[in-house]
């Protein structure tokens, strides 16, 4: 009897643990039903999934914008460039005075530079229409912000170069006795200036559009 009452006060003292049925012949444990509020988790990730997906693509149409309107004013710039040029009225019989970007090499590198850059930002419309139509996909937007990195620079090393020579036209070197042009060829200097101010906004925007696909990059992860 003492053994008895051993063993039934050691049962109820002893945890009750419940094991998993297993199916006969299959050896396969039942599976547990998911928690309650599981379809309230999956249902608010979604929803997550869905706002993020939204802001993401209103910032993939601001960057079609900005993409288009860097390389209308990149493309500006290197035309204007191109077709600046200027001739004096008087001339000798040996001599006549012109202006032209061609006399330069540094403005020469400007119109290719800028019909460079204004080349790529058309061709990378597409990439921007695809970030739009899927807002969460990070490959194409990788692709832009490498890309535009590069032609970023390019850009300012242009415009920086050329902002330097069109400097010189207009005020001169003293100690290299280097006479200011645009007295005489003020129209010419006139279209350069404009070019180079164009090509640096082109500059600014791809560095905005650069900062917007980084930002849009670390909320993805």
């Known amino acids: 009897m003492d053994i008895e009452k051993a063993g039934s006060r050691r049962e109820e003292e002893e945890p009750i643990v419940q094991k998993p049925k297993l199916d006969k012949g299959k050896g396969k444990a039942h599976v547990f039903a998911p928690p309650m509020n599981y ?10 999934k869905v706002n ?6 209103g910032v993939a149409i601001f960057d079609f914008v900005l ?9 500006a710039a290197a035309a204007k460039m191109a077709t600046t040029e200027e001739t004096l009225p008087f001339f000798t019989q040996f001599l006549q005075f012109s202006a032209d970007y061609t006399d330069l090499p540094t403005l020469s590198s400007f119109v290719i530079v800028n019909s460079i850059v204004g080349g790529y930002l058309t061709l990378s419309l597409p990439f921007s229409i695809v970030c739009i139509i899927r807002p969460l996909a ?3 937007r990788l692709f832009l ?7 970023m ?3 300012m090393m242009a415009a920086s170069a050329s902002a330097a020579i069109v400097y010189l036209a207009h005020n001169g070197n003293s100690s290299s006795n280097w006479l200011p042009v645009c007295q005489q060829f003020g129209d010419f200097c006139q279209g350069t200036s404009g070019a180079v101010v164009a090509s640096f906004i082109a500059a600014a925007l ?14 993805s992860t």
């Open 145 to 151: 912000i490498l890309c535009d990195t590069a032609m």
């Open 153 to 155: 620079g390019l850009t």
């Open 206 to 219: 791809l560095m905005f559009l650069v900062v917007l696909s980084a930002f849009a990059l670390k909320r």
């Open 52 to 57: 993020m997906a939204g802001w993401k693509r």
């Open 138 to 140: 990070v490959p194409p």
């Open 67 to 75: 993409r288009l309107i860097a390389a209308i004013t990149a493309m």
């Open 39 to 48: 379809s309230r988790i999956m249902e608010k990730h979604k929803q997550e």
